[in-house]
């Protein structure tokens, strides 16, 4: 077959990437070797992590509110067997829509793993298909750490970690990362004892640092255990459990703690194994990451590449945007991807979001810049929600009190970004988002406040 168009990989950032290309009138096909469609994202990453953190997340708001509310009578209790069939169900609707939407759309899905023998052709089993272009939209795997032999039994990266045998009694998590802390919380609130090694001296490093102090503090809270500055140096996967060994940086003690499970979440790399890029010349940067220019075209005529397994953020809508962007880009538009409006969120309770700069890239870059911040504990509808732990902080310039950044630790953090990264989009002043009508009550006039906090004040402070 011949094609104008073949994405390799079907994740958030290939299947938007074929679509995109086919609404625009070419011809495209997409390969992917998985047995359905959706790439790590549907399958073994965000939906189903979020199917795990809103089960718990329910059972944590029965165990500690329902009773305050009025809600008595008998408590429910996790059943993993059914929260694992309602976690398999989930993905199963999800990349199901993705082959209706291929199906909508004429994206043929070539099934099987490709590789590239030349600009122009890819492999799939015993037949080479052609192709005017190619999009590389292979995704990332588990970046290994020494010392640390994951079997996906007793020491697991996510993907293991989303179908356990049965809840862990005990479980060690390595790196308190976006991984680490959701799948953290996921088996906390099941009833695990959960214990976090954490190398830096801070969690969710790259995020503001005054929402990862209150973040640590509200985990703490909530049963976690965090020990930061610990250096992981072994695991050892026993009969039936698994031992690990760190050092604490601060005076260079050994310990050494067990647990059922030991999670390891210190990061991710590209995937591009077996497409045969060596041969092909196709440019790696330093970190292994296929080297694109701003059109995402790879040192290959042709070969275009996007999402994990290029620089930036490891993002599902990173990756998306970068598919639309690029495929707009083939059909002989103008594509083009924002990488200053990408917001990036942590689905824990409270979830944590944030766009664009912090305080300390601000300081770093020796900007000048005013603060408005707002507690949830001053939103009404947070507090009739038992939501009301945590704040908004928006940065905005100094002088013209141009927005450069948001952070938002609180009920549904994750969608109240959103505002922010569309008021970012359009430049607009801090004072453009104060003079907006919020409807009351919502979670939502607790950003309104944080805006007008950075111009004379915020009125419930
Ligand atoms: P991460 O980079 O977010 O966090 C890894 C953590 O491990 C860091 O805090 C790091 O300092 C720590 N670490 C590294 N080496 C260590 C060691 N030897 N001992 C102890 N700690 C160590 O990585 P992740 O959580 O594995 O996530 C991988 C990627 O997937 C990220 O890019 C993340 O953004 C993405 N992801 C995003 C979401 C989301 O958007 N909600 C969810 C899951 C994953």
Redesign the pocket.
């Known amino acids: 077959m011949s094609y104008d168009l073949i994405v390799i990989g079907s994740g958030p950032g290939g299947y938007v990437c074929a679509i995109r290309a086919a609404q625009l009138g070419l011809k495209v096909a997409c390969v992917e070797g998985r047995d359905t469609l959706g790439g790590t994202c549907l399958n073994v990453?965000?939906i189903p992590?979020k199917a795990l953190l809103h089960a718990t997340h329910k059972l944590h708001e029965a165990e500690h509110n329902f009773e305050a509310m009025g809600l008595t009578g008998a408590k429910p209790k996790p059943d993993w067997k059914k929260m694992l069939a309602y976690k398999e169900d989930t993905i199963g609707q999800n990349t199901k829509g993705i082959e209706f939407l291929f199906k909508k759309n004429k994206v043929d899905w070539i099934k099987g793993w490709a590789s590239i023998p030349a600009p122009g052709k890819v492999k799939v089993g015993d037949t080479t298909h052609e192709a005017k272009k190619i999009v590389i939209a292979s995704g990332?795997e588990?970046s290994p750490?020494k010392g640390v032999e994951v079997d996906e039994k007793t020491v697991v990266t996510?993907t293991g970690a989303l179908e356990l045998g049965k809840i862990p009694k005990k479980m060690i998590v390595?790196?308190?990362?976006?991984?680490?802390l959701?799948m953290g919380s996921v088996f906390a609130r099941l009833g695990a004892e959960v214990t976090v090694?954490?190398?830096?001296d801070r969690?969710?490093?790259g995020n503001d640092g005054e929402v990862a102090k209150t973040f640590q503090r509200i985990l703490k809270k909530q049963g976690m255990e965090i020990i930061t500055g610990?250096?992981?140096q072994k695991s050892e996967a026993l009969k039936t459990k698994a031992k690990v060994t760190?050092k604490l940086l601060k005076d260079d003690s050994e310990h050494t703690i067990d647990a059922d499970t030991v999670l390891l979440?210190?990061?991710?790399r590209p995937y591009t194994q077996g497409l045969g890029l060596d041969k092909l010349g196709v440019k790696l940067t330093e970190r292994g990451q296929i080297a694109t220019d701003k059109h995402f075209a790879t040192s290959v005529d042709g070969i275009h590449a996007i999402g994990d397994a290029i620089e930036g953020?490891?993002?599902?809508h990173k990756a998306e945007d970068e598919g639309m962007a690029v495929a707009e880009i083939l059909a002989g538009q103008a594509g083009h991807v924002n990488y200053g409006v990408i917001p990036?969120?942590?689905?824990t309770w409270p979830e944590v979001a944030s766009v664009g700069e912090t305080e300390e890239s601000l300081k770093e870059a020796g900007r000048s810049y005013k603060t408005g911040k707002f507690s949830f504990m001053g939103n009404g509808r947070a507090k009739a929600n038992f939501a009301a732990e945590g704040f908004v902080k928006i940065l905005a310039d100094k002088e013209t009190d141009r927005i450069l950044g948001a952070h938002i630790i609180g009920p549904y953090a994750g969608d109240l970004i959103h505002e922010i990264c569309v008021a970012m989009e359009f430049g607009a002043a801090a004072e453009d988002l104060a003079r907006t009508c919020h409807a009351h009550p919502t979670y939502s006039e607790a950003v309104r406040e944080a805006a007008l906090a950075c111009g004379d004040g915020a009125i419930h402070a």
Not at 174 to 180: C, E, K, P, R
Not at 265 to 268: H, P, S
């Open positions: 990453g965000c992590s990332s588990s750490l996510s390595i790196g308190a990362g976006v991984i680490g959701e090694l954490e190398y830096l969690i969710i490093p610990a250096a992981v760190y979440a210190t990061g991710r953020p490891m993002l599902a990036g969120v942590i689905y």
